[in-house]
Nanobody
């Protein structure tokens, strides 16, 4: 019932910046925590950053002080500002959201389709 649509990926040189966006859309739902994960070829998916509905954040040590996660609750949108990008950051970045249909008390973890980020050296 809920779809996550990501945008903002692309090709940048090392040291550059990108801003990823992910908007949750659908009917009769609420969004709790949201986050960003990434997966490089041959590697497992890893957490990049999360943000709770109240605004508290958590970052992987590898991106702390370079990436910033924010959200706009009115738009059900989460952002990831990525600065000082490194080639090892090349991966598919996936948006995650914990959503709750208003008709239930269950929380489901939804995933976006992923957006490619490529950092050249």
């Amino acid at each position: 019932q809920v779809q996550l649509v990501e945008s903002g990926g692309g090709l940048v040189q090392a040291g550059g910046s990108l801003r990823l966006s992910c908007a949750a859309s659908g009917s009769a739902f609420s969004v709790n925590a949201m986050g960003w994960y990434r997966q490089a070829p041959g590697n497992e998916r890893e957490l990049v950053a999360t943000i709770a509905s109240g605004g508290s954040t958590n970052y992987a040590d590898s991106v702390k002080d370079r990436f910033t996660i924010t959200r706009d609750n009115a738009k059900n949108t989460v952002y990831l500002q990525m600065n000082l990008l490194k080639p090892k950051g090349t991966a598919v970045y996936l948006c995650n959201a914990d959503v709750c249909p208003l008709s239930t008390r269950r929380v489901y973890k939804n995933w976006g389709q992923g957006t490619q980020v490529t950092v050249s050296s």
